[in-house]
């Protein structure tokens, strides 16, 4: 299943810090390193977008595909060991086919980050 990974773009570089020397921010950082993890072939996709409304979980990543559940998870580093528990998460999630990734198969870096499992909106549910 197509899978798009969501990358907060203004979560801060650390705690107190909104940017790294290099004005870039945690998210930012993030993004970058995600993007980069990827080869191009498979069904994934990384977009950044402004402000995810998780700021204290600071940097948020929103896993979402058609037909499947989202999850929001944050308080990672933006750093290479969280880019690489992103991407083998992500990488579960496409293969699954239904969006539902068994706890036994969770990648070590990606335990204790979730924040939200959001419901899958159905095509009709609107006209409810």
């Known amino acids: ?11 801060r570089f650390g705690p107190d810090l909104p940017t790294n020397g290099e004005g870039k921010t945690g ?14 072939t498979e069904p994934i996709a990384v977009r950044a977008h402004e402000c ?9 990543v929103l896993f979402s595909s058609v037909g499947g559940p989202s999850y929001l998870a944050g308080r990672f580093e933006p750093e290479g ?7 083998a998460w992500a990488r579960a999630y ?10 036994r198969d969770w990648p070590e870096g990606i335990k ?17």
Do not use: Y
Not at 82 to 87: C, H, L, N, S, V
Not at 112 to 128: K, M, Q, S, Y
């Open 94 to 103: 496409a293969a699954s086919g239904t969006g539902v990734v068994a706890f």
């Open 27 to 40: 998210g930012e950082i993030l993004a970058g390193l995600v993007g980069a993890g990827l080869d191009g």
């Open 112 to 128: 204790g980050h979730f924040i939200a499992r959001l419901p899958v909106l159905e095509e009709n549910e609107d006209e409810r």
């Open 1 to 11: 299943m197509k899978t798009t990974i969501t990358i907060c773009s203004t979560c």
């Open 52 to 60: 995810l409304w998780a700021c204290r979980q600071r940097c948020t």
């Open 81 to 87: 060991s969280a880019a690489e528990a992103i991407i």
